[in-house]
């Protein structure tokens, strides 16, 4: 009986202990699947932070490095029918190379992943354009990406590196591929959708700005046209009224003399009381102020309708620094008390050219010339003909543009003024006009000793095509 007893309870205790024992291994491999688990997720985590798809690769690389040895991987995508692409290597050398699906790689590209002993006494025709002749074993696992099947090929040094299980793991690392793949998709997807929504807000207030713009400009035509009459009628009044002014005066002196003598002490008297000998000098210095006030409005009128015209938008012959005048005369207000404006101007041929478009240019250049001094400054315009080539130069002594931003200055919606004072599309806008015309545009500038922006602009005897 006691034999019994004892006897069952060494089976009892060997039941426990196996039950132990299974547990024992239950928890290693629970907390082997929670250590492969957290190396995924911090896979998929930093794959997700990349920002090009080279970078994806590598990352999933790295991720397969902490859970699967290996000298050398390859993930290679479909390319023409039958053939497969290199697209990323672990070692990120590019690899321009595709090869002909064989049967050991259609049979993983439709089935399960395979774990190959040596490689090297299957010798398929791939496998020395692909790694080095000293590896001997293979894992090649296919997962999904964009509809495509794709290939991850694993090559180690040692023969029987990989084994059953690990063609296993490898299946569950593939599935994180193809999930870590697809999110960075959708967030490619979201960040190209978002640079293409603040694109377009760009665009759309860059059109409103122009549809601005010319409106302001048709506005300013028409009102130049309504001044221009006034101011004609003023200057033809004036012009009258001086003349008048003069015959009183002569009225008065002759009127003085042919009075009777016993009549010229009255006619004194009078004129002391209400003395008018300041006719003569008087009037016609404020006659002639007035009138040259009023030939100056008259010319900012002409200049503004000529600067406004909607018809001048067709190639012309004619000289592409005709517009300067113009310019200066619109800016006259901001410049007369901010600088000193030097021109010289050499003989041009004539060039066809879009003159309400240079003389945006020119303004663009002149204005960023004034705001770019800080007191008193000095502008330097230039042109002169070289080569069958016209350049125009726009240098100022202002505070010059630093060589880490020199690059920068042209592209659209860049500004280095503050908020609200620039919209940065200026010098975008005038290297456009000036690329429309064929030409160039450079600047050489330096901190704190001014800039200078060349012109280069071809002689063209016929409009561009």
């Not at 497969?84 to 590019?94: C, E, F």
């Not at 008018?276 to 002639?288: A, P």
């Not at 690059?407 to 290297?431: A, C, M, R, W």
Request: aromatic share 6%.
């Amino acid at each position: 009986m006691i034999n019994s007893e004892h006897q069952q309870l060494i089976e009892d205790n060997e039941r426990l202990l196996e039950k132990v024992a299974r547990l024992e291994r239950a928890v290693e491999v629970s907390h082997a699947q929670q250590a492969e688990s957290l190396v995924l997720l911090e896979g998929m985590s930093a794959s997700l932070q990349a920002s090009t798809v080279e970078q994806i690769y590598q990352s999933v690389f790295s991720t397969l490095k902490k859970q699967t040895p290996f000298d050398t991987a390859l993930l290679l995508t479909p390319a023409m029918p039958g053939t497969l692409n290199v697209a990323a290597t672990s070692n990120n050398v590019a690899m321009q190379q595709n090869i002909i699906v064989d049967p050991l790689l259609k049979s993983v590209l439709t089935g399960p992943a395979k774990a190959i002993i040596d490689i090297q006494l299957l010798n398929p025709d791939w496998l020395p354009t692909l790694t080095a002749p000293h590896h001997h074993s293979a894992l090649i696992a296919s997962f999904s990406y964009k509809s495509s099947v794709c290939l991850l090929m694993l090559f180690d040094i040692n023969k029987g590196a990989y084994l059953r299980k690990d063609a296993q793991a490898i299946n569950r690392i593939t599935g994180l591929i193809e999930q870590t793949l697809d999110q960075v998709e959708k967030r490619f997807i979201e960040l190209e959708a978002q640079q293409l929504r603040v694109e377009s807000e760009r665009v759309q207030g860059n059109l409103l700005r122009q549809e601005k713009m010319a409106s302001l400009g048709q506005l300013a035509a028409g009102i130049a046209h309504e001044i221009n009459n006034p101011i004609s009628f003023i200057g033809s009044n004036l012009q009258l009224m001086q003349t008048q002014v003069k015959n009183l005066y002569l009225f008065h002196q002759n009127l003085n003399k042919q009075l009777a003598p016993s009549n010229q002490r009255l006619f004194t008297l009078m004129a002391e009381t209400y003395p008018c000998d300041f006719l003569e000098s008087d009037f016609n210095e404020l006659f002639n102020d007035c009138r040259e006030g009023v030939e100056r409005v008259s010319h900012i009128v002409k200049s503004l309708k000529t600067y406004c015209q909607a018809n001048d938008s067709n190639w012309q012959l004619n000289n592409v620094c005709e517009g300067f005048s113009l310019t200066l005369k619109m800016l006259e207000n901001q410049l007369k008390y901010n600088c000193v404006i030097s021109e010289y101007h050499a003989d041009i041929p004539d060039s066809y050219c879009i003159n309400s478009e240079l003389n945006q240019v020119y303004l663009n250049l002149l204005l960023n010339a004034v705001q770019s001094m800080h007191g008193h400054g000095k502008i330097i315009i230039r042109s002169y003909a070289k080569n069958n080539t016209i350049f125009i130069e726009v240098q100022d002594n202002g505070m010059g543009i630093a060589p880490s931003k020199i690059n920068q200055i042209f592209d659209p919606f860049y500004t280095t003024k503050e908020v609200g004072q620039g919209t940065g599309l200026g010098l975008s806008i005038s290297h456009a006009i000036v690329k429309k015309h064929q030409g160039e545009i450079h600047v050489n500038s330096k901190v704190n000793q001014g800039s200078k922006f060349t012109i280069a602009l071809p002689v063209l005897s016929l409009p561009p095509t």
